[in-house]
């Protein structure tokens, strides 16, 4: 089973950035796609970003290109790295790890984009 946490996260001004970490452990880290959710106050949660196992990755429109998603096989670790902030951005951003018969969560980070 994989155990998944997230670390980053904070309060950073409109315009800064801050990179997301997703630490993977308890499984083999490289045959799992990942992917990158994020949910704000009263909305469901959303798909921002995905990365394959074979480093195909995948974003939501209001990302792309501000927004980048990679891994470190080898520290069993997933990266969002997030430039151009917005306030719309502000939400809990948590990763997820899944392979075809399971789904696993991390616990979240909190992001706030705010002067």
């Known amino acids: 089973q994989l155990q998944l946490v997230e670390s980053g996260g904070g309060l950073v001004q409109p315009g800064g950035s801050l990179r997301l970490s997703c630490a993977a452990s308890?499984?083999?880290?490289?045959?799992?796609?990942m992917d990158w959710y994020r949910q704000a106050p009263g909305k469901q949660r959303e798909l921002v970003a995905t990365?394959?196992?074979?480093?195909?990755?995948n974003y939501a429109d209001s990302v792309k290109g501000r927004f980048t998603i990679s891994r470190d096989n080898a520290k069993n670790t997933v990266y969002l790295q997030m430039n151009s902030l917005k306030p719309e951005d502000t939400a809990v951003y948590y990763c997820?790890?899944?392979?075809?018969?399971?789904?696993?969560w991390g616990q979240g980070t909190q992001v706030t984009v705010s002067s």
């Open positions: 990365i394959s196992n074979g480093g195909t990755t």
């Open positions: 308890g499984g083999t880290f490289s045959i799992y796609s």
């Open positions: 997820n790890g899944r392979v075809r018969y399971a789904s696993y």
